[in-house]
Each structure stands twice: as structure tokens, then as C-alpha cells.
């Protein structure tokens, strides 16, 4: 839904400006750029090659679980305490923190999902000037240097990552403000968080000694206008603790690939920010947001990739501040032949990317995730944040939402609107209007006066229904959820410490405090049955605008100076608040069932770790062909996030789609893993019936593909939720040693077995795809034709075409019976498609469980299939024994692609009998039919061909 269309005009052209959006864009000076954010200017206004800091290795303690020693800002002789941990699984943790703080920094809690297992560090080699510790049984090593201070991770003689090799470390610690001639009163936040430190403020003459020696970087700062105290546009935050941004350079050589750091609208490989502004991570509502830029979106995930055909390596930078990430490269700007001719005439350096980065506050906290593979990467960040929730069943079909719905008769009649033209569809949303002036957990009287009978009405369809709950609350004294979240003290406060409020949707609102966990279990329980009146067992839930947005506020969000729980300033956790908020309301959903069934909470603002209370989506996009392409990369950067489960608004949020993009945006959407249509207040109706017959026939076929590969769907999604691998994900995921997968951006993987290229071009007649891995073969999914790999094909295309590919040696399984909606899927009979490697093999597996509830958790209640074929003979059987589900559903039929024709086939299921198959050989393709095995799915049996 809408980011805020007036946001700096006063209320009443509020509703003029959403009127005018279409014509408008990105106001890019509502936004700071890194010269405008003080941190990010001092940061950068630091040269390589000038670190003042030295490692006291004598310092050196060994602990059985981590090593500490000191580091000192030589200028300043300010001590900094650096932690090192070898993690199990190849993740080496580095944290940098004061030896002796003025008071606490903020440490990120919540997001780790627990404290991995260490490795016992040890000494191996030691001289005046450096160190060497070993971290763990695959042979990591740290090198420590200690004048100027640098860090080196080695395995065996390969460099893998240097720390602070350019003298970048920034560390600007707590001070007293120096300028006593302007005193003020101790804010709510000081007041809160120095209460007892003073005895513990070893830092405190640091202050002083200054001003004597301006002449390193952090002395300078506090200099610096701005350090205090820095106005943007109309609005000043206040800096009660002055300058306190942390930073740090990683060197990664043999890279010159880089990915991650979600939310842009960029490609998918990262750019050098050279000359232009670094990546932002700081959770904005960003109206009209224009691609192909490094600016702040609504979500963060500090967590950046490097890959090359050697191998791949993570950098997790755990600080929920306000954070900007440079990129450099030392063969930007070359290109391929200019490198290869450098290479020729020996004079070529190693490519080398190097990232720094630079936070408002907290601490560095970082995590070097060693891979070797991609594969290994994604299992490390997911033991540290935890692995994509498993959705119900019904939330990976189809969508249909707009802002808004009407009221009750709307909703009945495009619930009949899919009826009437045969479209799947599981789920109705109701955007901000539903609410009783955008009072979230109300419904509008008039419009919306009996939910629950709405509810019931879709349940019996076997639909669904989300509704929009946000965070901003209006403030109204007859609202019973303001009333109480004033009375409780569960609202974040103003530097001042009364209630912070803010401009948003319902006009005057205050802001739940989502960092306190007295608040989110109070919020949770808002979403009983009885306190979430007229909601029913089939309404789930859409938090938006959680960044949050403040349309009155510095950049439409909140002021950094806001205190929340604990004393702690807005500015420590900023990026945090989103996922805060999906969390309480995945939990308030679980509660409501009594912990049986899994929730839906689709969130826009999220942060590392949001990935395991549901789903995102890439914000309000735009009804044009650019905003369709980079749907692509973006899903794909969240995904190597950890974020699976991704969609962008089929159709575009803003603006009215042509019929041709918008029928383009459903067969793309078919195939991205949250799959839903939105649409602006001020468009014009896009239900897909209203587009002629045509079209409705288009969109009606990629919709049933989407529920025809549901099976499919599911299973890869148990298993992102099982071992972190995202669910979409680029082709140098399952192809790593292919440069020429590196770079692109309009084709990937769906899991393992399928490869997508979507027309994203207006008038396409035909599209190239590039089909990776030597000696491997491919089966075009729509003509059923084999193609050989490597190879750039050109796919000629019509309107209905989607061109995907079933890689050779997997197996797909489909639901081909043509249903309402997911629910009505249940039980229905599977076909396979083996598609044979040249090898003439093929392996998959399948998920089943009751798609909704905790049971395959908690009472090991769902069946993992595995499906092996070789020697000619296909096999079923338990990829998982510790799993039982009973299932009626059965074997309806299995094609075979690239298979000959062979003189019989036999079943032979679990009994020991034998059954002759009937079947079909198509000669041309080499594609054979079986029909009607009729086994159940659940058992063991082997179909041979003869
Ligand atoms: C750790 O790294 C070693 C060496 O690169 C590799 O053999 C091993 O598989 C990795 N372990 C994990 C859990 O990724």
C-alpha cells in the first residue's frame, strides 16, 4: 500500500497529492544523501591508508571460547576491546566494542536465533609485530597485525578476507559534550541508560584530551557541525550522545562479485559506488521509488555476498542503525578483454572488491561467512537468523488485492468474478479503507458491517481474506487500542518522554513500541478472536508502513532522537522496528489457534531474521516494463538474504498497466514466490476479467500453472525452511564455476529443477536464454522439446508463452486438476515429469503435510518423498522416514522427457506384484506417457520400462 503521497504538504492536500501520483516520481530531496548524513560524511572524509589504531598484542587473552585484546586509537588512546570467535560450520565472528563505554552501546538483540557453538582458538605462531591464531578444523587462520592494525583470514596460503587492510576502522566513541556554555537537561534517554554506569566511565577524560590533538579522524568529528546536533530539512535531530558511528573495511581478493545487501532497485550484481553515493540500508517509505539506484528502501539486511568461480564468502554486518555500505573494485570500469589483456601481458593485478561499512551507532559486530560454496553460505547465515518459515499451503497460490476493496458487495462480487471465469484465486486483501477510519482491528461500519459472515462466506469457497493492520495508531481517545497502549506506556516516546506522535493514514497516530516485549505480547493478543472482532480462522494479516513511516517525520519515518524500551534512542535500532512488528503479529496469529496453525503476516519493512515470520514484497512498484524487470533481481538479492518468500505487485502498484504488461506481470508473478496483484487507490479496476477475453484467457493459464506446480512450490519451500537455500535463486547458485551466470538478471532458478525466463519486454518476439552447465540438457516445459547446455537459445514468443526450462536429471511433481483454490487441492491425484539427464537419471522429492498447522513439527505429521530414476526404472520412496502422513491422494500419471520407447512397463508396487502400464511414446520429442499407475502417493513402489 501507499507510501505517503503528501507527505510534506499539510494534511488537507493529503488527498489532492494521491490524486496527482501518477504524475509524479521519486522527491530524491526528501532523502539524505551521504553528504547529508553527518556519519556518513565523516566516515568517508577518512582516507585508506591512515589507521590510527594498533592491536596490543600483549593484551592477548585466550578464553576456551573466544580471544580478546585491545586495540588503541593512538591519537585519541582510546582502547577498544576486539572479541574474535570461531564459529562451527566456518563463520568467524569479529567484534569491536569500547573497553570502557561512557554508557552501554546498543548490541542487536532478537535477530540471532541463537549463539552458534564455538571452535577452540589457539596461537600458532607469534613475532613482535603480528599474531596468528587458528580457528577451527577447516583450516582458517587469523593473522593479526598489529601496527597499523589489520586482520587477515587465510585457509591454507589462499587470502581470503582482510579487516581494516585499508586503515578504515571508525570508531567514534562516547563523549561529554565539550561545549559546557550550552547546558541542557538530561533527556529521557541519558536519564535511562547512564543510571548506574558513572562508577564505570574509564572513558570519560578521553574527551578532554581532544581538543589537544584535532587531528585524527574522531577527533575531528566531534568538531564537526553537525557532531551534536544536525538538521535536515526542517527537521533537527538532537544528539544527546553526540557522534557515535562505527565503521570497518573488508578486503576480498580474487572477487569482483558482489551481491546482497537488500533493499535496492538495482541489478542484481552490486556496483561500485565510486563517485556516486554508497548503498543505503535504512528503512524508508520511499513514494515512487526509481530504479537502478543505491537509495534506502523499506526493508534492510546487512548482509552482503561475494562470489567467484572459486568459491563464495559472506559478510554479516549485525548493527540495526542507520547504515551505508561502499563498494570499490579495482577492475571496475574494465572490461572482459581489457582484464584478459592485462592477464596476457602479466601486468594484471588480482581482481579485488572492497566494502566498507559505516553505521550511525551500536558496535561492530560482524560475521565472515567462510562457504566454501553458495550453498554453504546460505546454511551459515541461516544457522545465525534461522531459515524461511514454512507457509500454510494457501498463501503460495494467488493474491488479488487492490487499495481498496469497497466494501462487502465488492468483495462478494470479485469473489465471484473468479468463479465466473474459471480464474484460481485463495485470498481477497483488504487494504486501510476496510478499517473504521484507518482505526487498525475495526472495521468500517457502513462498509464492512458483518466480517465475520463476509469470513464465512469465503471459507465456505475455501478462500481466505488478509486485512491491513499497521502500526501507526490513531490517536483518538474512543479508540480502545489507543486507550490502551497510552495507558500502558507501550508507545515510543519523545526525547522529552511523552508519547511520540507523528502524521500518518488515520492523521494524528502514535507508535506501539515494538522493541518491548511486554508490548508485542499485549499486540499478540489483539489478535484473539474476541479482541480482533469479527475475525475468523480464515483472516490473516498485512503489516505495511512498518519502516515506519511518519509522513511528518525526517525522511517520512520516525526521529532518531525517539526513545524506545530501555532507554534506547530510535536511531540505535531503526532497521529493526519492522521486523518487530511482523514478529508480534506472526505470534498473535499462532496464539490465536492455540499454537496449532502457521500464520501469514505479510510485512514491507523487514531486517535480518524477518524471514522466519513470513513474507515480503519489493513496496510500491509501478504499472511499467522497467518495474516488471527488476522484480527479478530484487526477489533474487532478498532471497540470498534468506528472504524466500518475495513478490513484487503484479501489475504495479502506481499507474495503469496496458493489457500486454499486465498479462506479462501475471506469467512472471506465476513463477516468483509471493504471488499477489495490488493496485494504487486512484487505478483503474485490473481484475483480470476486465481485460476482454483474451487476455482473461492468458492470465487465467499462468495462474493455473502457478496451482499446477504448487507441489513443487511447496516442497522447495520446506526445504529453504529446512536448510536455508533460497527458494528463487540466481543460476550461479546451482552453476558456481559459470562466469557467465555471474551478471544476470532477467532468468534464475526455482530451486534446483526450473529455470525461468520471464518476457519482460514490450512486443517481445522472442527471448534468450542462456542454459548453463556442460554436458547437461534442458526440456523447454511448454513444448516438452530437449535442448543441450551450455547454450544461449533464442525462444521465439507469443503472448501465452513463459519460457521454462526443467533441468535434465530432476523430477517435478504437479497437481494438474483445475481447483478454486488450494484447499480444494487437497488429496488431489500427482502427475511426475522425470526429466533424464544424458545419463538417462533424474531424482526430486515431494512435501505433503496438512498445509497448514505445526504438526510435521510437533507430531512429525507430513510425508517426504523421494522419486530416483535409473537402470530404467523409476523408484518412490521415503526421503525421510521419521515423517507418516495419511493421504488419499494418488499416482495419476508420469511423463517421462527424453526417454526411448521401450517394449513394456511394469509396476511393481510395494506387494511384490506386477502390473503392465499402459503408454504413450512420442517418437519426436522422446517424451513417454504412463498413465494411471494409481498408487498411492504415500507408498513405496518402482515402475520399470522394458
Ligand atoms: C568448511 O570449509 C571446508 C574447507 O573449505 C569445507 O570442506 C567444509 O565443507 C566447510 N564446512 C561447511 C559446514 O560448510
Not at 110 to 122: G, H, I, S, T, W
Not at 339 to 356: A, H, I, N, S
Not at 671 to 690: C, G, I, S, V
Amino acid at each position: 500500500m501507499a507510501a505517503a503521497p503528501g507527505r510534506r504538504r499539510p494534511a488537507v492536500l493529503l488527498w489532492a497529492a494521491v490524486c496527482l501520483a501518477t504524475a509524479l516520481a521519486v522527491d530524491r530531496s526528501n532523502f539524505k544523501t551521504c553528504e547529508q548524513s553527518g556519519f556518513c560524511r565523516r566516515q568517508r572524509g577518512l582516507q585508506p591508508g591512515h589507521s590510527p589504531y594498533r592491536a596490543l598484542l600483549e593484551s592477548l587473552q585466550l578464553g576456551p571460547d573466544a580471544a580478546r585484546l585491545q586495540l588503541v586509537n593512538e591519537v585519541t588512546k582510546v582502547p577498544l576491546l576486539l572479541e574474535l570467535w570461531g564459529l562451527q560450520g566456518n563463520v568467524t565472528r569479529i567484534r569491536i566494542k569500547e573497553l570502557n563505554p561512557l554508557r552501554p552501546r546498543f548490541e542487536v538483540p532478537d535477530v540471532l536465533v541463537a549463539e552458534p557453538p564455538v571452535e577452540r582458538l589457539a596461537v600458532t605462531g607469534r613475532d613482535e609485530g603480528s599474531l596468528e591464531l587458528s580457528l577451527g578444523p577447516a583450516g582458517h587462520r587469523l593473522l593479526v597485525t598489529e601496527k597499523p592494525f589489520r586482520m587477515d583470514l587465510l585457509q591454507g596460503r589462499e587470502l581470503l578476507c582482510s579487516v581494516n587492510a585499508r586503515g578504515l576502522l571508525f570508531f567514534e566513541h562516547l563523549r561529554q559534550r565539550r561545549d559546557s556554555d550550552t547546558p541542557r537537561e538530561p533527556t529521557a534517554e541519558e536519564g535511562g541508560a547512564a543510571e548506574g554506569q558513572e562508577e564505570t566511565t574509564g572513558g570519560t577524560e578521553d574527551a578532554g584530551t581532544q581538543s589537544e590533538k584535532p587531528t585524527e579522524a574522531t577527533a575531528e568529528a566531534a568538531e564537526e557541525p553537525g557532531s551534536w546536533e544536525e538538521t535536515f530539512k526542517t527537521h533537527t535531530d538532537t544528539k544527546p550522545n553526540g557522534p557515535t558511528s562505527v565503521g570497518l573495511d573488508f578486503s576480498l581478493p580474487g572477487f569482483e562479485h558482489v551481491y546482497g545487501i537488500p533493499e535496492h532497485a538495482d541489478s542484481l550484481r552490486l556496483r561500485t559506488t565510486e563517485g556516486g553515493d554508497p548503498y543505503r540500508l535504512y528503512n524508508l517509505d520511499v513514494f515512487q521509488y526509481e530504479l537502478y539506484n543505491p537509495m534506502a528502501l523499506y526493508g534492510s539486511v546487512p548482509l552482503l555476498l561475494a562470489h567467484s568461480a572459486r568459491r563464495t564468502l559472506g559478510i554479516f554486518w549485525l548493527n540495526a542503525a542507520e547504515t551505508w555500505v561502499d563498494i570499490s573494485s579495482n577492475t571496475a570500469g574494465k572490461t572482459l578483454f581489457g582484464k584478459l589483456l592485462d592477464y596476457m601481458q602479466g601486468g594484471g593485478e588480482t581482481p579485488q572488491t572492497d566494502v566498507r561499512w559505516m553505521s550511525e551507532s551500536g558496535i561492530v559486530d560482524v560475521f565472515l561467512l567462510l562457504g566454501p560454496t553458495p550453498a554453504a553460505v546460505a546454511g551459515q547465515y541461516a544457522a545465525l537468523t534461522g531459515t524461511q518459515a514454512l507457509p500454510p499451503l494457501f498463501a503460495l497460490g494467488y493474491h488479488q488485492s487492490r487499495w481498496n476493496y469497497n466494501d462487502e458487495e465488492d468483495v462478494a462480487a470479485v469473489e465471484r468474478g473468479f468463479e465466473e471465469h474459471a480464474v484460481p484465486c485463495d485470498v481477497l486483501w483488504l487494504d486501510i479503507e476496510h478499517a473504521d477510519g484507518k482505526r487498525y482491528f475495526t472495521w468500517d461500519p457502513s462498509k464492512f458491517p458483518r466480517p465475520r459472515d463476509m469470513l464465512q462466506r469465503l471459507a465456505a469457497k475455501k478462500r481466505k481474506m488478509v486485512s491491513i493492520v499497521d502500526p501507526h495508531i490513531k490517536v483518538d481517545s474512543g479508540y480502545r487500542v489507543h486507550n490502551e497502549l497510552r495507558s500502558r506506556g507501550f508507545y515510543v516516546k519523545t526525547k522529552d518522554g511523552s508519547d511520540y506522535e507523528g502524521w500518518c493514514w488515520p492523521g494524528s497516530a502514535a507508535y506501539p513500541d515494538f522493541t518491548n516485549p511486554e508490548m508485542r505480547a499485549w499486540w499478540a493478543s489483539m489478535f484473539a478472536y474476541d479482541q480482533y472482532e469479527g475475525s475468523t480462522e480464515n483472516l490473516f494479516t498485512w503489516n505495511d508502513m512498518n519502516e515506519p513511516s511518519v509522513f511528518s517525520g525526517p525522511e517520512v519515518t520516525m526521529h532518531k532522537d525517539a526513545v524506545h524500551h530501555g532507554g534506547w534512542e530510535h536511531r540505535d535500532l531503526h532497521n529493526l522496528y519492522g521486523l518487530y512488528v511482523q514478529m508480534a503479529t506472526a505470534e498473535g496469529q499462532i496464539q490465536r489457534s492455540g499454537g496449532q496453525h502457521r500464520p501469514f503476516v505479510l510485512s514491507r519493512a523487514f531486517f535480518a531474521g524477518s524471514q522466519r515470520y513470513g513474507a515480503v514484497w519489493t513496496g510500491d512498484n509501478a504499472a511499467e516494463w522497467e518495474h516488471l524487470k527488476i522484480s527479478i533481481p530484487m526477489c533474487l538479492s532478498f532471497g540470498l538474504a534468506g528472504l524466500s518468500f518475495c513478490g513484487s505487485d503484479v501489475g504495479g502498484f502506481f499507474k495503469n498497466p496496458e493489457a500486454e504488461l499486465l498479462v506479462r506481470w501475471y506469467q512472471a508473478g506465476a513463477f516468483q514466490p509471493f504471488f499477489r496483484a495490488h493496485a494504487h487507490l486512484d487505478t483503474a479496476r485490473r481484475e483480470p476479467w476486465l481485460f476482454g477475453e483474451e487476455n482473461v484467457a492468458l492470465i487465467r493459464a499462468a495462474i493455473r500453472q502457478r496451482y499446477a506446480l504448487l507441489p513443487f512450490w511447496y516442497t522447495a519451500f520446506y526445504r529453504s525452511h529446512r536448510h536455508g537455500l533460497p527458494v528463487m535463486r540466481p543460476l550461479w547458485m546451482e552453476y558456481p564455476e559459470d562466469a557467465t551466470t555471474f551478471a544476470i538478471d532477467d532468468q534464475y532458478m526455482i530451486d534446483r529443477a526450473l529455470l525461468v525466463h520471464p518476457v519482460t519486454e514490450q512486443g517481445a518476439r522472442g527471448v534468450q536464454v542462456y542454459l548453463p552447465g556442460k554436458g547437461e540438457v534442458w526440456y523447454d516445459v511448454a513444448s516438452l522439446q530437449k535442448h543441450h547446455a551450455p547454450q544461449t537459445l533464442y525462444v521465439p514468443v507469443t503472448m501465452s508463452s513463459v519460457p521454462v526450462f526443467q533441468r535434465g536429471g530432476t523430477v517435478v511433481p504437479r497437481q494438474e486438476r483445475v481447483r478454486r483454490s488450494t484447499e480444494c487441492m487437497r488429496g488431489d491425484p500427482f502427475t511426475l515429469y522425470v526429466a533424464l539427464s544424458p545419463q538417462g537419471t533424474a531424482e526430486g522429492d515431494l512435501f505433503l503435510d496438512d498445509g497448514q498447522s505445526f504438526d510435521y513439527e510437533t507430531k512429525a505429521r507430513y510425508l517426504h518423498r523421494q522419486f530416483t530414476f535409473a537402470g530404467n526404472t523409476l523408484t518412490a520412496s521415503s526421503a525421510d522416514p521419521r515423517g507418516s502422513f495419511d493421504t488419499p491422494a494418488w499416482l495419476e500419471r508420469v511423463v517421462i522427457l527424453g526417454a526411448g520407447k521401450p517394449a513394456a512397463v511394469v509396476l511393481r508396487p510395494a506387494d511384490g506384484s506386477e502390473t503392465r502400464l499402459d503408454f504413450q511414446h512420442e517418437a519426436e520429442t522422446s517424451v513417454l506417457t504412463l498413465r494411471k499407475p494409481g498408487v498411492r502417493i504415500g507408498d513405496d513402489w518402482a515402475i520399470v520400462l522394458r
